[in-house]
């Protein structure tokens, strides 16, 4: 068994924890919508046809805010098209996803669902086939008290209040070729600089979330980052960042994801660093990684246009929840700077969440490290001191075996250690370290593994993979724990001090 140890020291803080960190995502996509949170025949669907055992998995899970309607999707996406009487709303074509969109879901009803879910919206508007002026006309729709012609369609529509959506991405992804109307870095930039500008005459609460490069595969990137923000750095509050990981058949290349993820952070962060001094102005600009996750890109197929077509619906393993955790730790990580992520997605479409249309809802592997941290991880993330092994991938170079993050919640007193060990053959015996918080007891303990890596949830096998609850340890001189953290194991330790 190695050795290895984590020091953990109250002093050494990185930042405050926004809960907005472990936010979601649900775009109009294969059955996120349509059978995934709105089943109208399921047998428990409320009086709105929203799926309540798909609402109880969601308040399970935490999630402060969810992006909404898109993605690739909102690029063509005409928002009123989902507004007003069901019976009467358009059928469309759905050119992101070769997919026909029934509109009987809008912001409207989106923005019932998050609050039964006790979320909130993070609304993205179309910047592809959109226009400045339509982001305005939405945001009046939902956010105007009254007296104009959108604010007071509203109120016919049955809201007398605003939404009052606090929240707002200026497109999505608008440097992929695979955008409706995909621009140029100064196309972009300009087009999203005027757009900002309404939307804050409109409403001048609301925070504004530009367009970032959508992975760090983009030719573009990191040019197109810098280009954007020389012409939005003062309009807006964040930057974007997207990007996915998947097991190309290199299974150490795979465990290091968190890595790449970590150093793409940091070069953002640069970027936005850049901008500020160029711009010599005190404003700093955070970030939003509003889409992460794993994702099988390489096992999509191509279909004829459908209604809530079956899209994109991978099959999380015990390895994917490790490499998923270990992006939960990153997140936390870097929570200085990004204070906003959405993992992508939330029901059905790459997500912890999976239902049989008129059905079950399944926890898939990675919906339990995104409970733990989401649940837990309050206060302050803590800059940990981390000895262990490391190891070397092709693709990201060194990564450690030991992938890990820390909150301190001072107000209870509680100390949350995650740990994800990638190490593929061996435990390690870890001694944490909290010499710096005096007396200390471990209040809870659990650990998520299986002997074999590969293995799933299905609805056939609903609880395969689940998190176990294991005995406490004492204290070795009332601040130093030894502890087993069995080979490829995502573990949870929950600490309070003793005053």
Request: glycine share 6%.
């Amino acid at each position: 068994m190695k050795k290895s140890r984590i020091i953990v020291d109250k002093d050494y803080q990185i930042a405050d924890i926004d809960e907005r960190l472990f936010g979601s995502f649900v775009e109009h996509l294969g059955r996120a919508v349509y059978s995934g949170i709105y089943e109208p025949d399921h047998p428990t669907a409320d009086e709105q046809g929203f799926r309540q055992d798909v609402i109880d998995l969601v308040k399970e899970l935490h999630v402060p805010i969810v992006r909404y309607p898109g993605g690739n999707f909102v690029s063509g996406y005409n928002w009123t098209d989902g507004i007003g009487p069901k019976d009467k709303r358009p059928v469309r074509l759905d050119y992101a996803w070769k997919s026909i969109e029934t509109n009987q879901v809008g912001i409207n009803e989106f923005s019932d669902w998050c609050r039964k879910a006790g979320s909130q919206v993070m609304a993205a508007v179309n910047m592809g086939t959109g226009s400045e002026q339509d982001a305005g006309y939405m945001i009046e729709y939902c956010n105007f008290p009254g007296g104009t012609s959108w604010s007071d369609l509203r109120k016919q529509h049955g809201y007398d209040q605003p939404h009052d959506i606090k929240v707002w991405c200026i497109g999505n992804e608008m440097d992929g070729d695979w955008q409706t109307c995909q621009l140029d870095a100064e196309s972009y930039g300009r087009k999203a600089r005027q757009t900002a500008k309404i939307l804050k005459w409109v409403d001048p609460s609301v925070e504004l979330v530009a367009c970032g490069s959508s992975t760090t595969l983009q030719k573009t990137y990191p040019e197109w980052d810098r280009i954007v923000l020389e012409h939005v750095y003062n309009d807006v509050e964040y930057l974007s960042l997207h990007r996915y990981y998947e097991n190309e058949g290199n299974l150490n290349d795979f465990l290091a994801s968190s890595t790449d993820m970590s150093e793409f952070i940091k070069t953002i962060t640069s970027i936005c660093d850049y901008v500020k001094a160029k711009n010599r102005t005190k404003k700093q600009l955070m970030l939003s990684f509003d889409e992460w996750n794993v994702w099988y890109q390489k096992d999509q197929k191509d279909h004829g246009y459908e209604i809530a077509p079956t899209l994109i619906e991978d099959q999380y393993s015990m390895l994917d929840a490790l490499v998923f955790g270990s992006m939960m730790c990153t997140l936390v990580n870097h929570s200085d700077r990004v204070k906003m992520a959405c993992l992508a997605q939330l029901v059905n479409v790459i997500a912890p969440i999976m239902t049989q249309k008129g059905g079950g809802a399944l926890r898939q592997t990675t919906f339990y490290p995104f409970r733990d941290v989401s649940n837990l991880a309050k206060g302050r993330a803590l800059q940990l001191l981390t000895h262990c092994d490391t190891f070397e991938s092709e693709r990201y170079g060194t990564a450690k075996t030991l992938q890990s993050a820390a909150s301190y919640d001072e107000e209870s007193g509680e100390i949350v250690l995650f740990v994800v060990n990638v190490d593929q053959t061996e435990a390690h015996q870890l001694n944490v370290d909290l010499r710096s918080f005096g007396n200390v007891e471990m209040i809870s303990r659990s650990i998520l593994r299986h002997d074999d890596i590969y293995a799933k949830n299905t609805f056939e096998e609903p609880f395969k993979v689940v998190p176990e609850e294991l005995a406490v340890a004492a204290a070795d001189g009332g601040s130093s724990f030894e502890l087993a953290i069995p080979a490829m194991s995502w573990n949870v330790m929950k600490f309070r001090c003793q005053g």
